[in-house]
């Protein structure tokens, strides 16, 4: 075949039809924008890695943290700009050629992965909790993070006051990932994304200062078995462009209503083929249920989550499950609309073993943060349950869930960080034993955060659950309610029994004590409490906000 009917056949089955003799090629448009969000957080993360080739060693730290504060608030700002110019409502549309989707669940989970991404970034910057080491202050991540666990290498650079401020470029690339990934409208960009925001993550699992060898095998572990993930999802792409001519989802929509029908030569022989939609819809959902943590492909949750330096840990389980889920939506209710009678019994079993799995094995946990890894995969289920709905109010509700959950998630882990003996952080729950005699502010906080992930009413979880089984229960899934509510009150034991043991246990003398931090973490921890009553208490403006941004631009 020759050169020039191979790039026919290419430029056909990329939907680009080749320009007439004597026509001009057309430029693509690219809305700068709309997308200006994306591009600040980007290009701060770009100049962070020149601050680490460039400025002096003494200097980096806090001209990172400067850089990294300013460019999530700046990208804050573009956010609200936009929806101030109704880009969320009236003015939605498809933008970047068609890559990239600029609507109200775009608007509204970009925003709120910015806006945790900005409390978590202010523990990434914490350096009073750990004591001063050769008269340096240290922070959670290794002096060298290339030099091995105990070796003399990382002994020297310990001694040299050395710290991993790479760790504040690495968030931003992840940030930036993370908010193409639910505003994607192709599968090509959903698929970079995805790889944009996993790596870094995957390095920031493995630079913890203290338990190297941990941080590094969580690390691991959240590699091979991302690999895995993306490895399903990018065979589920391929396989529904054999199905559809097309990575556009609102092209593959059209084929699977069956409003188009007409194949690209290439692809005629497959094209509407009824297996390769099952099945690659069916491998991409499993790769999104992965990041999401939702059982059974949830392995990798409660290892990392213990593993990994507990910032990152914060950032990961709160920004990640907002990206995940918002791209998630945006498959089945975009992409995959027309297939909701097939894609809604497998979702009905996923979250109910979700909910019940993460809710039931955390009752056995001793470790804290494990524990609060189960909870995660448990909230996972429940918000699930919005996303079965397959209404509106389903989007709305799982809109304001998310929120909710992510900074109530932020907080904890920060409170976390605070419990230290000589060992570190003291994550069993042995040493949290009478922690509320022992200083009652914290154990209060922290037992704030666990009546919210327990639902109580008054905080953000009570509304959030509230929101998503009410959506649950009017889009038909009612049995799914049922399961949730015992799921819920099976969760309710373990949060109150760690309340419990705060409060009403007998302080060890060789307990653990708590750290004053800076007010780095006490603001991360301060907007975590405000955030979770002020949904718990007056919900209705932020439901209203996530109503009207419920709908998906097509």
């Given at each position: 075949m020759s050169a020039t009917a191979v790039h026919s056949l290419w430029a056909t089955a990329g939907g680009v039809t080749s320009a007439a003799p004597g026509e001009k090629f057309q430029a693509p448009v690219i809305e700068y924008t709309q997308l200006m969000p994306v591009l600040i957080v980007i290009g701060a993360a770009v100049v962070g890695v020149l601050v680490e080739a460039f400025v002096p060693r003494r200097s980096r730290y806090y001209t990172q943290v400067f850089l990294t504060v300013v460019a999530l608030a700046a990208s804050f700002a573009a956010i609200i700009g936009l929806a101030a110019g109704g880009h969320g409502t009236t003015k939605a549309g498809i933008v970047a050629m068609g890559a990239i989707a600029i609507d109200g669940p775009t608007l509204f989970l970009q925003g709120t992965i910015l806006l945790t991404a900005l409390v978590a970034v202010f523990t990434f910057a914490e350096r009073r909790l750990d004591p001063a080491s050769h008269g340096n202050r240290v922070d959670s991540f290794a002096a060298q993070a290339a030099s091995v666990p105990g070796s003399d290498s990382e002994k020297a650079a310990?001694?040299?006051?050395?710290?991993?401020?790479?760790?504040?470029?690495?968030?931003?690339?992840?940030?930036?990932?993370?908010?193409?990934?639910?505003?994607a409208n192709d599968l090509l960009t959903l698929f970079v994304a995805l790889e944009v925001f996993s790596l870094p993550l995957y390095l920031l699992c493995a630079v913890a200062r203290r338990k190297r060898l941990m941080s590094q095998e969580a690390a691991v572990?959240?590699?091979?078995?991302?690999?895995?993930?993306?490895?399903?999802?990018?065979?589920?792409?391929?396989?529904?462009?054999?199905?559809?001519?097309?990575?556009?989802?609102?092209?593959?929509?059209?084929?699977v209503d069956g409003s188009v029908t007409k194949a690209a030569p290439a692809l005629a022989a497959t094209m509407g083929n009824d297996a390769l939609l099952l099945i690659g819809g069916a491998m991409i959902l499993t790769g999104l249920l992965f990041k999401v943590g939702a059982v059974p492909f949830h392995m990798w949750t409660p290892d990392v989550y213990q593993g990994a330096p507990t910032p990152v840990t914060g950032f990961m389980a709160a920004a990640t499950k907002v990206a995940a889920f918002g791209a998630l939506l945006r498959l089945l209710y975009v992409v995959l609309p027309g297939l909701t009678w097939d894609w809604r019994p497998v979702m009905w079993a996923v979250a109910i073993v979700t909910m019940l799995g993460g809710a039931i094995v955390a009752i056995t946990q001793t470790d804290i943060k494990r524990l609060l890894a189960y909870s995660s995969i448990a909230?996972?289920?429940?918000?699930?349950?919005?996303?079965?709905?397959?209404?509106?109010?389903?989007?709305?509700?799982?809109?304001?869930?998310?929120?909710a959950y992510s900074f109530v998630t932020v907080g904890a882990f920060a409170v976390v960080t605070l419990v230290r003996d000589a060992g570190g952080e003291a994550t069993h729950l042995s040493k949290w034993a009478g922690l509320g005699r022992r200083s009652p502010l914290v154990a209060a906080v922290f037992a704030v955060f666990l009546l919210a992930?327990?639902?109580?009413?008054?905080?953000?979880?009570?509304?959030?659950?509230?929101?998503?089984?009410?959506?649950?229960?009017?889009?038909?899934?009612?049995?799914?309610?049922?399961?949730?509510?015992?799921?819920?009150?099976?969760?309710?034991?373990?949060?109150?029994?760690?309340?419990?043991l705060m409060f009403f246990s007998e302080p060890k003398a060789d307990g653990p004590t708590v750290a004053v931090p800076s007010p780095l973490t006490m603001t991360t921890i301060a907007v975590g409490v405000a955030v979770t009553l002020a949904l718990g208490l007056a919900p209705q403006y932020f439901l209203d906000l996530a109503s009207q941004a419920g709908v998906f631009v097509r």
């Amino acid at each position: 075949m020759s050169a020039t009917a191979v790039h026919s056949l290419w430029a056909t089955a990329g939907g680009v039809t080749s320009a007439a003799p004597g026509e001009k090629f057309q430029a693509p448009v690219i809305e700068y924008t709309q997308l200006m969000p994306v591009l600040i957080v980007i290009g701060a993360a770009v100049v962070g890695v020149l601050v680490e080739a460039f400025v002096p060693r003494r200097s980096r730290y806090y001209t990172q943290v400067f850089l990294t504060v300013v460019a999530l608030a700046a990208s804050f700002a573009a956010i609200i700009g936009l929806a101030a110019g109704g880009h969320g409502t009236t003015k939605a549309g498809i933008v970047a050629m068609g890559a990239i989707a600029i609507d109200g669940p775009t608007l509204f989970l970009q925003g709120t992965i910015l806006l945790t991404a900005l409390v978590a970034v202010f523990t990434f910057a914490e350096r009073r909790l750990d004591p001063a080491s050769h008269g340096n202050r240290v922070d959670s991540f290794a002096a060298q993070a290339a030099s091995v666990p105990g070796s003399d290498s990382e002994k020297a650079a310990v001694r040299a006051g050395f710290t991993t401020t790479e760790v504040f470029p690495l968030v931003l690339f992840s940030v930036a990932g993370m908010l193409v990934f639910p505003a994607a409208n192709d599968l090509l960009t959903l698929f970079v994304a995805l790889e944009v925001f996993s790596l870094p993550l995957y390095l920031l699992c493995a630079v913890a200062r203290r338990k190297r060898l941990m941080s590094q095998e969580a690390a691991v572990k959240y590699f091979l078995l991302g690999a895995f993930s993306s490895a399903f999802l990018l065979f589920g792409i391929a396989l529904l462009y054999g199905y559809a001519g097309s990575v556009s989802y609102a092209e593959i929509a059209h084929v699977v209503d069956g409003s188009v029908t007409k194949a690209a030569p290439a692809l005629a022989a497959t094209m509407g083929n009824d297996a390769l939609l099952l099945i690659g819809g069916a491998m991409i959902l499993t790769g999104l249920l992965f990041k999401v943590g939702a059982v059974p492909f949830h392995m990798w949750t409660p290892d990392v989550y213990q593993g990994a330096p507990t910032p990152v840990t914060g950032f990961m389980a709160a920004a990640t499950k907002v990206a995940a889920f918002g791209a998630l939506l945006r498959l089945l209710y975009v992409v995959l609309p027309g297939l909701t009678w097939d894609w809604r019994p497998v979702m009905w079993a996923v979250a109910i073993v979700t909910m019940l799995g993460g809710a039931i094995v955390a009752i056995t946990q001793t470790d804290i943060k494990r524990l609060l890894a189960y909870s995660s995969i448990a909230h996972a289920g429940f918000i699930l349950a919005g996303v079965i709905a397959a209404t509106p109010d389903g989007v709305s509700s799982v809109l304001f869930y998310l929120g909710a959950y992510s900074f109530v998630t932020v907080g904890a882990f920060a409170v976390v960080t605070l419990v230290r003996d000589a060992g570190g952080e003291a994550t069993h729950l042995s040493k949290w034993a009478g922690l509320g005699r022992r200083s009652p502010l914290v154990a209060a906080v922290f037992a704030v955060f666990l009546l919210a992930f327990a639902g109580i009413p008054l905080t953000s979880g009570f509304s959030g659950k509230f929101a998503v089984f009410k959506a649950a229960a009017d889009g038909g899934a009612g049995g799914l309610v049922v399961i949730g509510v015992i799921s819920s009150a099976i969760a309710a034991f373990f949060y109150i029994r760690v309340i419990v043991l705060m409060f009403f246990s007998e302080p060890k003398a060789d307990g653990p004590t708590v750290a004053v931090p800076s007010p780095l973490t006490m603001t991360t921890i301060a907007v975590g409490v405000a955030v979770t009553l002020a949904l718990g208490l007056a919900p209705q403006y932020f439901l209203d906000l996530a109503s009207q941004a419920g709908v998906f631009v097509r």
